[in-house]
């Protein structure tokens, strides 16, 4: 049997129909990727959102005590509490909110006597002081507290600055000095080229 020939034409077609079919099915496995990517998000963003429900709802519970204890101590005020059992009991809850809060890893620190560092202070104010050295923090009205490395509220600190009087006095004083300095060679100049003036007078006269 005589085998058929294909023709350019008839092979072009072929070909073309192979290739329409593996750009279909190309077509159809990257629809399936985007399918399985969005549900691998949507699933993502659900974990992410059951897990900071979660960490909320163990903060949470854990200040439930701390909540109770400070209800203990109101109405303890009204029983004829002492002064010194009340401290004792503020001193108590104290302890309890900060041990909770560590339990999250949120720590509370001071910037009191070190160098101001912006990334972990807030400057409310400044006090003009010869006790401390510039930018000292001399006082705190709030710590700051971090959680892991992240600061997330910094210290409300107040910042020393040099006396004023002192500033004020160093600058007049480099000024007088720069002052001086430079016209001091100016006016032996001057007084230089006066007595050369007289003596080249005298030495005219006396030739004539």
Do not use: W
Request: proline share 3%; aromatic share 4%.
């Amino acid at each position: 049997m005589a085998q058929v020939r294909k023709g350019p034409v008839t092979r072009l077609g072929e070909q073309l129909a192979e290739k329409s079919a593996e750009c279909k099915s190309i077509q159809e496995e990257h629809l399936r990727a985007l399918a399985d990517f969005e549900n691998i998000r949507k699933r993502f963003e659900r974990d992410i959102e059951v897990s900071r429900r979660l960490t909320l709802e163990a903060l949470v519970m854990d200040l439930l005590p701390v909540l109770d204890n400070f209800d203990r101590a109101i109405q303890a005020t009204n029983t004829g509490t002492t002064v010194e059992g009340l401290q004792k009991g503020m001193e108590l809850i104290d302890r309890q909110l900060h041990d909770a809060l560590n339990k999250h890893g949120v720590a509370e620190y001071s910037c009191l006597g070190t160098q101001f560092d912006p990334r972990k202070a807030e400057a409310i104010s400044f006090v003009h002081t010869d006790e401390h050295e510039p930018g000292t923090v001399v006082s705190e009205l709030s710590k700051g507290y971090v959680c892991g490395e992240r600061v997330l509220r910094p210290a409300r600190v107040v910042v020393a600055k040099a006396p004023e009087g002192s500033q004020k006095s160093e600058g007049r004083s480099q000024n007088v000095a720069a002052d001086g300095g430079s016209q001091e060679p100016r006016a032996e100049s001057q007084d230089s080229e006066a007595g050369a003036e007289e003596i080249e007078d005298s030495d005219s006269e006396s030739n004539d």
